[in-house]
Nanobody, 124 residues
Framework: QVQLVESGGGLVQAGGSLRLSCAASGRTSSRYAMGWFRQAPGKEREFVAGIRWSGGNTYYADSVRGRFTISRDNAKNTVYLQMNSLKPEDTAVYSC?????????????????WGQGTQVTVSS
């Protein structure tokens, strides 16, 4: 079992930056991928970014590539999402997820563990 706790959301103006953090506890001895998803009101949950255990393999949605950066610190059991050049369409609840294995999937149903989510609001 893995428990995930996100932090770092908030309100920011368009063009601004935010950094989300997700601290994992519980099953921390095995290697597993982590990722970020988001869900805006009335929309499906969508993949934002994912990272494998080593940190050398990262994956991004086309809508955020070049603006967002995912990273992880395995010593701290924490994954980060640095979000730059934010746009109003980035407004959503962002959730951290952990996989059962070291594989990144773009479908949210493939991920085993979830945080409670943190609100990100970008004003125009």
């Amino acid at each position: 079992q893995v428990q995930l706790v996100e932090s770092g959301g908030g309100l920011v103006q368009a063009g601004g930056s935010l950094r989300l953090s997700c601290a994992a506890s519980g099953r921390t001895s095995s290697r597993y991928a982590m990722g970020w998803f988001r869900q805006a009101p009335g929309k499906e949950r969508e993949f934002v970014a994912g990272i494998r255990w080593s940190g050398g393999n990262t994956y991004y949605a086309d809508s955020v590539r070049g603006r967002f950066t995912i990273s992880r610190d395995n010593a701290k059991n924490t994954v980060y999402l640095q979000m730059n050049s934010l746009k109003p369409e980035d407004t959503a609840v962002y959730s951290c997820a952990a996989a059962r294995a070291d594989e990144v999937a773009g479908i949210w149903r493939s991920w085993a563990y979830w945080g409670q989510g943190t609100q990100v609001t970008v004003s125009s």
